[in-house]
């Protein structure tokens, strides 16, 4: 049964990173939703960047992401969406959406205190390592914050891994 692997957690906690992880492992494709946004929009992006530009992209490029996520499914091939999924709602829509295919879900969640993470993106900003998709600013990062929502016990009943990112590498 092909799995979708669900890569959950704030910005900054090493998402992409456990999600390169798990994708080699594996054998999965990896889908990083700031990666094709940026690639896609990335030049029309607005200075500073503005939210309703961005989650307008973003919907769009998961929907087309999902529709390769089907076919890849289709023919048993493990998927991983780092998608960041900072919402309970984007959770079980893509569990839903993984269930009604036929495959396993697990649900991977990666953490890491607030002052490291913002640490972490201030460092990928300046040096626009192998995770960089796009500088992200103070603001930006302290808006994501409310955004969060970290799994529940309605959540806990799947498969799901919770990974505490490391202090030195930034690694889930």
């Known amino acids: 049964m092909p ?10 906690a090493g998402k992409t990173t456990l999600a390169r992880r798990i994708a080699s492992e594996r054998g999965a494709l990896r889908f990083s939703l700031d990666e094709w946004v940026m690639q896609l929009f990335g030049s029309e992006a607005p200075q500073p960047m ?3 530009w961005w989650a307008e992209r973003c919907q769009r490029c998961r929907e087309r992401i999902w529709s390769l996520c089907e076919d890849l499914l289709a023919r048993e091939q493990d998927v991983v969406l780092d998608f960041g999924f900072p919402a309970l709602a984007q959770r079980q829509e893509f569990r839903q959406r993984a269930l009604a295919c036929g495959a396993a879900v697990h649900l991977h969640v990666v953490t890491a205190r607030a002052a490291q993470r913002w640490q972490r993106v201030q460092a990928r900003n300046r040096e626009r390592t192998q995770t960089f998709a796009l500088e992200v600013t103070e603001s930006m990062f302290q808006g994501s914050e409310s955004w ?6 309605e959540e806990h009943r799947g498969a799901i891994t919770f990974h505490q990112s490391d202090e030195r590498s930034g690694t889930g």
């Open 3 to 12: 799995t979708v692997h669900l890569i959950c957690g704030p910005l900054g």
């Open 50 to 52: 503005l939210f309703e």
């Open 148 to 153: 969060w929502e970290p799994p529940g016990p």
